[in-house]
Structures are given as structure tokens and as C-alpha cells.
């Protein structure tokens, strides 16, 4: 069974600091997707990222970044000299490989609220 | 259209009526999801289609849930004799199945659902 986990509940931190949310997950599968998603205080869940299971390359937007270990199961997100604009749920989600006929559902983990303080 | 959209955006209702819930994804999507999602919680997975075939129910919680998608494009969920434990927020998604985008599951902004 796919799992997602995100044991932190809630993070807060200062305007500047980088701050980062983990991201550990769950599957018997080989190829999957990982997604991770904002939602604001109003209430829209925003798509951020996809990265498969094939593409371990770290990458870098903006002020945002993920680092993909496949070793340890994690899709870790990291943001850069946040912002109070950052403030917001994160979650992170899983899905299997839809190319191959599986389920396509988004398995999501309970998500990490973040509190930017200016 | 541009995004997802669902109607009603906020619906209160009295415990033992019927609601239904809209939703009208991206233009040219193929697959349209359904989600629930309770305070302080992650969306959890209802049902989804690809174009009018309900490929996935495993996550409707009682046959009081069901939902449709006769022609391929709007959807209907449906929640029959309503209970208070329904109260969520229940959000619809679509994605295009052609990459570049793939399998990325776009969202709209949600159907407040309460029940009194």
C-alpha cells in the first residue's frame, strides 16, 4: 500500500530563514510520481512539482527547491529566504505510474503547516 | 474553461437531504477526480473518471456517495441522506493524461460542504 508521511505538523520561522518540510514515502511499486502542493489560507491547492521515480535530479525554482533520495523514500522541499507569503499547508502526494494502467490516484500525506513570521 | 470549477462553492444543508455537488474541469481533460477533505487533513481519495468511465470507487465511503460523469466532461457527486460526519470540503481535480503535464492533478477551489 502507498503511504505518505510529513511528521511535521507545524513549522515556524522567521522571514529570511530558510526553512525545510520533509517528505517520506511509501510503495512496492518502481515507478511512481511525487507531487507536492500549496495550500493557502484561502483554501486552493496549488500544484507546485511532479518529479518520477526515474529522476533523481535535485531541482531548483526560484526560491523554492526538492531533493529526491530515492535511498531513504524522501521528496524533501526546502524554501529558501522565506516570505510571510510563503505561510500556507504544504503537502506532499504520491501517485503510481499511470503510464502503466495503474490507479492514478494521489495518495496525499497529512501536510506541514508553515507560519512565516515577519 | 481555464481552471476547475465547482458549485456550489459553500452549501449548508440539513442533516437527511440530498446534496449534489458540480464540477466542470479543464477543457480537453480526461480524467476528473473526486476528494474529501476534513479540517486539518489531507484530501483523501473519492472516485475518478477517465472520460465517462468511472475507473476507481474505492474511496466513496457508503453507497450514499455516488458520482457521474455521463458525458465525459461535467461530473456530478452525489451524497443522499446526509449526515453530519459529511461535512468536508470536497474538492474535484483534473488532469490531461498528455505530457508535458502527464498525470498532474490540477484542483479547483473546493465545495464547503455543512450539515446541520
Known amino acids: 500500500a502507498q503511504k505518505v508521511t510529513q511528521a511535521q505538523t507545524e513549522i515556524s520561522v522567521v522571514e529570511k530563514e530558510d526553512v525545510t518540510l520533509d517528505c517520506v514515502y511509501e510503495?512496492?511499486?518502481?515507478?511512481?510520481?511525487l507531487f507536492w502542493y500549496k495550500q493557502p489560507p484561502s483554501g486552493e491547492l496549488v500544484f507546485l512539482i511532479r518529479r518520477n521515480s526515474f529522476d533523481e535530479q535535485n531541482e531548483i525554482s526560484g526560491r523554492y527547491s526538492w531533493n529526491f533520495q530515492k535511498s531513504t523514500s524522501s521528496f524533501n522541499f526546502t524554501i529558501t529566504a522565506s516570505q510571510v507569503v510563503d505561510s500556507a499547508v504544504y503537502f506532499c502526494a504520491l501517485s503510481e505510474a499511470w503510464y502503466q494502467g495503474g490507479s492514478e490516484k494521489l495518495v496525499f500525506g497529512k501536510g506541514t503547516k508553515l507560519t512565516v513570521n515577519p | 474553461g481555464a481552471g476547475v470549477s465547482q458549485s456550489p462553492r459553500y452549501k449548508v444543508t440539513k442533516r437527511g437531504q440530498d446534496v449534489a455537488l458540480r464540477c466542470d474541469p479543464i477543457?480537453?481533460?480526461?480524467?476528473l477526480y473526486w476528494y474529501r477533505q476534513a479540517l486539518g487533513q489531507g484530501p483523501e481519495f473519492l472516485t475518478y473518471f477517465n472520460y465517462e468511465a468511472q475507473q476507481d470507487k474505492s474511496g466513496l465511503p457508503n453507497d450514499r456517495f455516488s458520482a457521474e460523469r455521463p458525458e465525459g466532461s461535467i461530473s456530478t457527486l452525489t451524497i443522499q441522506r446526509t449526515e453530519q460526519r459529511d461535512s468536508a470540503m470536497y474538492r474535484c481535480?483534473?488532469?490531461?493524461?498528455?505530457?508535458?503535464?502527464?498525470?498532474?492533478?490540477?484542483f479547483g477551489e473546493g465545495s464547503w460542504l455543512t450539515v446541520v
Open positions: 477543457s480537453g481533460h480526461v480524467s
Open positions: 510503495t512496492r511499486d518502481t515507478t511512481y510520481y
Open positions: 481535480a483534473s488532469s490531461s493524461n498528455r505530457e508535458p503535464s502527464g498525470n498532474t492533478i490540477y
